[in-house]
């Protein structure tokens, strides 16, 4: 299996089944459910060869006692948090996997939670909470800093690196991105392409590195446009990324655009 499924859950998370070590195999992606990720398996004729965790919570791991039950497989997670169920331990740039196929390396993305981490491999990115479509998680546990670093990093990847987050937030995401650079035409030919997709009930993930350098602002704190829109809603002087984007992730904490 080539393609990345995406199985909804709850109100707009996404589990991903990718591809595993061999045909018929899937590498299970944030199993906050483990019905749905059955009922999909069984639809496709699959089998899970383990599970890839990004962080701790429960909308992302809360199906792994269930799918413990069904499936004697390991399950790869943070070893920065703790999370029940949690086999195999990861830090930053461990692999898992084999060389035959689904092989993922493991990027350490503080910033959403303490020890969060990403997935990558195959020009395919799994980033949980850390990176959205147009957007970027909120700082629960990690610092602006932090954070800062860890968007840096994933968007210093290969531009084709197709990007699989874990919500469906795109719409919301993409009215905060008009906010702050409003002639961007990118963003809005984006957004007419992910409301398409939207009414047709189809998800607008993945993106790719290339996608998000254009129409995200929380990689573009370096866009003078982007700099003016911080300082005008108060941001700090300095004109460092992460200070832009501390200013940047306070703004769309209260935006109700």
């Not at 070893?79 to 331990?89: C, N, Q, R, W």
């Not at 689904?102 to 939670?113: C, E, N």
Request: proline share 7%; glycine share 10%; hydrophobic share 40%.
């Amino acid at each position: 299996m080539d393609e990345v499924i995406a199985v909804q859950a709850f109100r707009d998370n996404y589990i991903w089944l990718a591809p595993g070590p061999e045909p018929g195999l899937v590498a299970v992606v944030d199993p906050g459910d483990a019905d749905p990720v059955i009922a999909a398996l069984a639809a496709r004729g699959l089998s899970p060869a383990y599970v890839l965790c990004t962080h701790h919570h429960g909308d992302h791991v809360g199906g792994l006692a269930a799918l413990a039950r069904h499936y004697t497989i390991p399950v790869y997670g943070p070893a920065a948090e703790s999370i029940p169920g949690v086999t195999h331990p990861v830090s930053e740039g461990d692999i898992v996997g084999s060389e035959a196929g689904g092989r993922y390396r493991v990027l350490a993305v503080p910033g959403h939670t303490r020890g969060h981490v990403a997935y990558v491999g195959a020009d395919r990115l799994f980033c949980g909470d850390t990176l959205f479509v147009a957007g970027c998680g909120r700082l629960f546990e990690g610092t602006a800093f932090q954070m800062h670093a860890s968007l840096t990093r994933l968007a210093s990847l290969p531009p084709d690196t197709r990007v699989y987050c874990g919500h469906e937030y795109t719409l919301a995401n993409l009215a905060f991105a008009r906010a702050v650079e409003p002639d961007n035409a990118a963003i809005l030919a984006f957004e007419r392409r992910a409301r398409a997709k939207r009414a047709a009930n189809e998800p607008t993930i993945p993106s790719t590195i290339a996608d998000e350098r254009s129409i995200n602002p929380f990689l573009r704190a370096s866009e003078p446009a982007v700099r003016r829109a911080a300082a005008s809603m108060g941001g700090r002087t300095s004109d460092t990324g992460a200070a832009i984007f501390a200013t940047l992730r306070r703004w769309k904490d209260g935006f109700k655009g």
